[in-house]
């Protein structure tokens, strides 16, 4: 296996963040991480959990789709997809790199294919970080995701597996685009025992099995009991409090819902696709009605997506990942864990 000395990493950094983008978790002001572009004196952050997920790069907030210029009659389409620049992401969790794969499932491999997202994705290259220090609120071990990138089955280690182990960072390519990676770093990397990485693996699992959340009962969350889950009491207690603020859709590596707004330019009209959100009084807004009235009904939305609708079309893969961005967000302290702890206990399901 190759690796670099952690004090060497911001070598590694230079290398490839001068002849392309390179993007990782730096500490912002409020003492948390956000990916920001590698430049000179840029550091990475010793926490992974950004504040937002890698999905940002391949689902922006906002995208330009299409504008409409007219002059009389005459109206002229314009496509402002170009080729995206080949671009590196280091640093991504294993849960968020499921999350990729949870976005690829609709964007990616159902008909028709999303351009602008496959356009993304292409271009980007995804370097993930086996946690070494899981928060107390993530239970990705609940979803059987491996934060210590020992297998993947599901995705989580992305192009390039890395650990930091024994004061190294080792690296490990995956796929076509991984090899590319390693292969222009290789002048920085030597080849190193894989003796620390088993050992790191031994104790980022141990570390796992700690967790207050690390494995929470989804017993109940089958297909055949859908709509008992659907029409059970506890929507009402569970999901009440919400004030549909929509911060937990915006900070989920995996929502993927987005409304289209069309801008008057003064010469035409320009058209963008920005994130939305189930929990918004005017999501899938009808010319009739909404067809969920109450913000309980929209929170049930949510949630049964999540654990039922989303796994039920994907051969079992759930659309929550265990990051625990939810349960640090909200301002109710509304979250998953509640709702998968809530439907276990309830005795009408």
């Not at 940002?56 to 314009?78: A, C, N, R, W």
């Not at 104790?203 to 659907?230: Q, T």
Request: proline fraction near 4%.
């Amino acid at each position: 296996m190759l690796s670099i000395s952690a004090d060497k990493i911001d070598s590694l950094f230079a290398l490839i963040g001068e002849k392309q983008p390179l993007y990782l978790p730096v500490d912002n002001a409020a003492g948390k991480a956000d990916f920001k572009r590698w430049k000179s004196g840029v550091k990475l952050s010793s926490n992974l959990k950004t504040v937002r997920s890698a999905k940002d790069f391949f689902f922006p907030k906002t995208e330009h789709m299409v504008s409409y210029e007219l002059q009389g009659k005459e109206i002229t389409i314009i496509d402002p997809r170009k080729d995206a620049e080949d671009f590196v992401i280091f640093g991504v969790r294993p849960c968020d790199a499921v999350g990729m794969t949870v976005i690829d499932n609709v964007y990616l491999k159902m008909n028709p294919v999303d351009s602008y997202y496959k356009n993304h994705r292409d271009h980007g290259t995804v370097i993930t970080l086996a946690c070494n220090e899981p928060a107390k609120t993530c239970f990705c071990s609940t979803y059987d995701i491996d934060a210590s990138l020992s297998k993947d089955k599901d995705g989580s280690t992305g192009d390039v597996s890395c650990w930091l182990a024994d004061g190294k960072y080792f690296f490990q390519a995956n796929t076509e685009k991984g090899k590319v990676f390693v292969e222009k770093a290789k002048s920085l990397l030597s080849d190193s025992d894989e003796k620390a990485v088993e050992t790191e693996k031994k104790a980022i699992s141990e570390k796992i099995e700690k967790l207050p959340f690390a494995h929470l009962d989804l017993s109940k969350f089958k297909g055949e009991d859908m709509m008992k889950i659907f029409n059970s009491k506890i929507w009402k207690n569970v999901a009440e409090p919400c004030v549909g603020c929509g911060t937990c859709t915006y900070v989920c590596p995996t929502c993927m819902c987005f409304d289209v707004r069309d801008f008057d330019t003064g010469k035409g009209v320009r058209q963008i696709r920005c994130w939305d959100s189930c929990m918004y009084s005017d999501f899938t807004q009808m010319a009739a009605a909404n067809p969920r009235l109450s913000q309980v009904e929209r929170s049930r939305q949510r949630f049964m997506h999540k654990l039922m609708y989303y796994p039920m079309a994907h051969e079992g893969l759930f659309q929550c990942v265990g990051c625990g961005r939810c349960i640090e967000s909200c301002p109710v302290n509304m979250n998953v864990v509640k709702v998968i702890k809530a439907v276990q206990s309830s005795d009408d399901i």
